[in-house]
Nanobody
C-alpha cells in the first residue's frame, strides 16, 4: 500500500522560510518521479516542483529562484525548501509519486494527504 506522508507545514510571515517533507512507503522510491503540488482556496491544484529519479528538476515559474526540491533516495523522502515566501504561496501542499514509466500525468500516481502552508502579511 502506497503511503505519502507530508510534514512541516505551518504559519510563516511573508519573506520567511519553511521546509516541507514527504516520506514515501510502499513504492520503489528510486523508480518514481516525485512532485509537490499546491491548491489554494477556490483555485485548481497546480504543479510547484518535480524531481526525477536522477534528480532533474522542474519548477513553476512563480516559485523559480525561491523554492528548491530535493530527494533522499536512502530515506525515501523528498523536501521542498521554500524561501522568500509570499501570501500567494498560501495553499495546501500535496506530495505526489508517479512511476517513471508514466511520468506525465500525476493522477496516474499517488497523493499524500496534504499539509497547510499559510503565509501572513
Amino acid at each position: 500500500q502506497v503511503q505519502l506522508v507530508e510534514s512541516g507545514g505551518g504559519l510563516v510571515q511573508a519573506g520567511g522560510s519553511l521546509r516541507v517533507s514527504c516520506a514515501a512507503s510502499g513504492i520503489i522510491f528510486s523508480f518514481h518521479v516525485m512532485g509537490w503540488y499546491r491548491q489554494a482556496p477556490g483555485k485548481e491544484r497546480e504543479m510547484v516542483a518535480r524531481i526525477t529519479p536522477g534528480a532533474s528538476t522542474i519548477y513553476a515559474d512563480s516559485v523559480k529562484g525561491r523554492f528548491t526540491i530535493s530527494r533522499d533516495n536512502g530515506k525515501s523522502t523528498i523536501y521542498l525548501q521554500m524561501n522568500d515566501l509570499k501570501p500567494d504561496d498560501t495553499a495546501v501542499y500535496y506530495c505526489n509519486a508517479v512511476h517513471m514509466k508514466n511520468p506525465h500525468d500525476p493522477n496516474l500516481g499517488s497523493w499524500g494527504q496534504g499539509t497547510q502552508v499559510t503565509v501572513s502579511t
